[in-house]
């Protein structure tokens, strides 16, 4: 079967290569700020699963020609914190103003999941849902926030921090799934990918 991953994240990528499954990488050119706004009174888990069903299913009709029988795999997350729900900051003062924001506290990290089963070209079977993981942060020193922002990783991901690179000293612990904070939460995909037909154990590859 052939799998696609409708995302550019080279750490959701790692997750499933790691866990067995070597899929195809499709980007989606998303205008993720206008399909949000046009749900503003939606629950955070409802938002980040309408981002990845719109990825899932742009990606699911640019590849119906070339593998009409694909599985199309999509994800977003954002970091739900103080009421708000963001995304990257995308600059450095941002990624400031929300570390100082979440240093010592802790905030919650939603990704939505849309698992899309294609036959003869045309989307079969759908599966949506989120998974939700608490994360609890640290308080980094004034040096050591100058430092990590000057990585440039936190600008570049969901919430301003990674569990997996460099922000990983800087969280305390969490509260649920890790692979979630990674950005693909596995036990649930393994439930969505059961949803459309798939046992997660035929898409193993040995290489």
Not at 54 to 63: E, L, Q, V
Not at 73 to 88: N, R
Not at 89 to 104: N, S
Not at 124 to 140: C, I, M, N, Q, W
Request: overall charge negative; proline content about 5%.
């Amino acid at each position: 079967m052939h799998v696609v991953l409708a995302s550019a994240s080279p750490a959701r990528l790692a997750v499933l290569r790691a866990a067995g499954i070597r899929p195809h990488v499709e980007v989606a050119d998303l205008d993720e700020e206008a399909l949000l706004a046009a749900m503003p009174d939606a629950a955070p888990g409802e938002k980040v699963t309408a981002l990845a069903a719109a990825k899932a299913t742009t990606i699911a009709r640019r590849i119906a020609g070339s593998h009409p029988d694909a599985l199309v795999i999509g994800c977003d997350s954002m970091l739900h914190i103080d009421g708000a729900l963001v995304g990257k900051p995308g600059d450095v003062d941002t990624a400031r103003q929300r570390w100082k924001a979440m240093a010592g506290g802790s905030g919650e990290l939603v990704t939505g999941h849309a698992v899309l089963r294609m036959a003869d070209g045309e989307i079969d079977r759908v599966a949506e849902g989120h998974a939700l993981t608490v994360v609890r942060f640290a308080t980094p020193t004034d040096a050591e926030l100058d430092a990590y922002l000057g990585t440039g990783e936190p600008l570049v991901v969901a919430g301003s921090f990674t569990l997996d690179g460099l922000g990983g000293w800087f969280v305390e612990g969490i509260d649920g799934d890790p692979s979630n904070v990674i950005g693909i939460s596995l036990p649930l995909t393994r439930r969505l990918l059961a949803g459309v037909g798939v046992t997660v154990t035929d898409l193993w590859r040995q290489d």
